[in-house]
């Protein structure tokens, strides 16, 4: 059985209610039908009759519930609420009522904020920013956490490296040039993602284009000293840097470059020094190695919340729900 197909079985274990707004595209009706078929999850989509009608026409996906901002008997709530929430920021009933009818996302996290749903997939055809924005002044983040940040998991095909060829690859999706604490929070969260998606033990590497001094420039600074700080919070993850990518995941160049690491050769969990890298790093995966992609899910958000490629596929789609449907899970 395949990484996604796991996740799949844990999804319809407990089938969550999770909210897809992008009614305007075809993509989301496609997957709708695909999750209604194996069950996944419970759907709400969020859109007007015309649309639902023009872009889900020929596909069943009778089981969703289809939510009209116009018309929905909660749409008031969610204008008081919205009021309450951004007030300080200036926020009045008119400007409420105006996003919300016209940005569905922004509806959808009023949904998941009130407690009608449990999370949000979104960004098939909105920029990540359109979709984290709101997510960030409504929802917030987890307590405790730092920065919400996003991962790409990999699943690469007939791979000896990482557990089985999974990985995730971390900041991949959000944080732009992060410095050492933001860089350590990103490294802790992605070891939590990874040991709830994958139920395996995280192995983290620090990745640099140094291995343990070989190069010296600031930017090998920042890894370093990001390593220090994860190291000193959460004293017992395996993590390690800083190291290049060949040291992370070969065990023979490991053992030659960073001998008596305990990641070295063995990193499952890739930290980027920065979001060039980490973006490069898993398209360059994803089309040469011809890579599963998953993401970039979000980790650190009060409530699962996440983004889409606007290159994604139906089936991208589906397999990005099933991975939010176990983020719900977790936070119970």
Same mark, same amino acid.
């Given at each position: 059985?395949?990484?996604?197909?796991?996740?799949?079985? /844990?999804?319809?274990?407990?089938?969550?209610? +999770?909210?897809?707004?992008?009614?305007? #595209?075809?993509?989301?009706?496609?997957? %709708? $039908?695909?999750?209604?078929?194996?069950?996944?999850?419970?759907? +709400?989509?969020?859109?007007?009759?015309?649309?639902?009608?023009?872009?889900?026409?020929?596909?069943?996906?009778?089981? @969703?519930?289809?939510?009209?901002?116009?018309?929905?008997?909660?749409?008031?709530?969610?204008? #008081?609420?919205?009021?309450?929430? /951004?007030?300080?920021?200036?926020?009045?009933?008119?400007? $409420?009522?105006?996003?919300?009818?016209? #940005?569905?996302?922004?509806?959808?996290?009023?949904?998941?904020?009130?407690?009608?749903?449990?999370?949000?997939?979104?960004?098939?055809?909105?920029?990540?920013?359109?979709?984290?924005?709101?997510?960030?002044?409504?929802?917030?983040?987890?307590?405790?956490?730092?920065?919400?940040?996003?991962?790409?998991?990999?699943?690469?095909?007939?791979?000896?490296?990482?557990?089985?060829?999974?990985?995730?690859?971390?900041?991949?999706?959000?944080?732009?040039?992060?410095?050492?604490?933001?860089?350590?929070?990103?490294?802790?969260?992605?070891?939590?993602?990874?040991?709830?998606?994958?139920?395996?033990?995280?192995?983290?590497?620090?990745?640099?284009?140094?291995?343990?001094?070989?190069?010296?420039?600031?930017?090998?600074?920042?890894?370093? %000293?990001?390593?220090?700080?994860?190291?000193?919070?959460?004293?017992?993850?395996?993590?390690?840097?800083?190291?290049?990518? #060949? @040291?992370? +995941?070969?065990?023979?160049?490991?053992?030659?470059?960073?001998?008596?690491?305990?990641?070295?050769?063995?990193?499952?969990?890739?930290?980027?020094?920065?979001?060039?890298?980490?973006?490069?790093?898993?398209?360059?995966?994803?089309?040469?190695?011809?890579?599963?992609?998953?993401?970039?899910?979000?980790?650190?958000?009060?409530?699962?919340?996440?983004?889409?490629?606007?290159?994604?596929?139906?089936?991208?789609?589906?397999?990005?729900? @099933?991975?939010?449907?176990?983020?719900?899970?977790?936070?119970?």
């Amino acid at each position: 059985m395949g990484f996604i197909d796991v996740i799949k079985e /844990r999804a319809k274990a407990d089938r969550k209610k +999770i909210i897809l707004p992008e009614s305007m #595209d075809r993509r989301i009706f496609e997957a %709708a $039908a695909q999750i209604q078929k194996e069950d996944l999850a419970d759907l +709400i989509i969020i859109g007007s009759p015309e649309e639902i009608e023009k872009n889900g026409a020929g596909l069943d996906f009778s089981k @969703a519930v289809v939510v009209d901002p116009a018309t929905y008997e909660k749409t008031g709530e969610y204008i #008081d609420k919205l009021v309450e929430l /951004r007030q300080a920021k200036g926020m009045t009933p008119e400007k $409420a009522k105006e996003i919300l009818m016209t #940005d569905y996302t922004y509806y959808g996290v009023m949904m998941v904020k009130c407690g009608d749903a449990d999370g949000l997939v979104s960004g098939a055809c909105h920029s990540t920013a359109n979709t984290l924005r709101p997510c960030l002044q409504i929802l917030k983040t987890k307590p405790g956490v730092k920065l919400v940040s996003a991962f790409f998991l990999m699943v690469v095909p007939d791979c000896e490296y990482g557990a089985d060829g999974a990985f995730i690859f971390a900041d991949a999706g959000l944080e732009q040039n992060p410095d050492p604490e933001k860089l350590a929070a990103i490294a802790v969260s992605s070891a939590e993602s990874f040991e709830l998606l994958v139920q395996k033990e995280p192995i983290v590497a620090m990745l640099s284009h140094s291995t343990k001094g070989s190069a010296k420039h600031a930017d090998v600074d920042k890894v370093v %000293a990001a390593t220090e700080i994860a190291k000193q919070n959460n004293p017992g993850l395996k993590l390690d840097g800083e190291l290049q990518l #060949d @040291a992370a +995941i070969v065990p023979s160049v490991g053992a030659s470059k960073a001998p008596g690491s305990e990641v070295a050769g063995k990193a499952n969990v890739l930290v980027f020094p920065d979001l060039d890298a980490g973006n490069i790093g898993y398209k360059l995966v994803q089309r040469l190695a011809k890579a599963e992609a998953y993401g970039p899910v979000t980790q650190g958000i009060a409530k699962p919340v996440n983004d889409l490629s606007r290159g994604c596929s139906a089936e991208d789609i589906v397999g990005v729900v @099933a991975i939010t449907a176990v983020q719900c899970q977790a936070q119970e």
